[in-house]
Nanobody, 114 residues
Framework: QVQLVESGGGLVQPGGSLRLSCAAS???????????MAWYRQAPGKQRELVAT???????TYKATVEGRFTVSRDNAKNTVFLQMNSLTPEDTAVYYC?????WGRGTLVTVSS
């Protein structure tokens, strides 16, 4: 029932920043606020990997290689989850996906290149 739509991807130079958004629709605020959300990414030719999570209380976890550079947050009033990405490197190039339970977004492409 719930739909997730990622946005904010694009081309950025190494060292730059991007903020990804994941907007949830087809759900009410009560349901969204209690949901566990995650960001995954998949680089070309690589396996999908978990990047960050945020639970209903706002507690977060991160892949070790992004911790300190990425920040996941949520705005329950807007049914939206964010991923702020700083100090980007070419190894961060991937399609980034938003996930909650069985729901997946289509992904947004982040390309880090000079």
């Amino acid at each position: 029932q719930v739909q997730l739509v990622e946005s904010g991807g694009g081309l950025v130079q190494p060292g730059g920043s991007l903020r990804l958004s994941c907007a949830a629709s087809g759900t009410d605020g009560r349901t969204f606020s209690s949901s566990f959300m995650a960001w995954y990414r998949q680089a070309p030719g690589k396996q999908r990997e978990l990047v960050a999570t945020i639970n209903s209380e706002g507690r977060t976890t991160y892949k070790a290689t992004v911790e300190g550079r990425f920040t996941v947050s949520r705005d329950n009033a807007k049914n939206t989850v964010f991923l702020q990405m700083n100090s980007l490197t070419p190894e961060d190039t991937a399609v980034y996906y938003c996930n909650s339970h069985a729901a997946w977004g289509r992904g947004t492409l982040v390309t880090v290149s000079s």
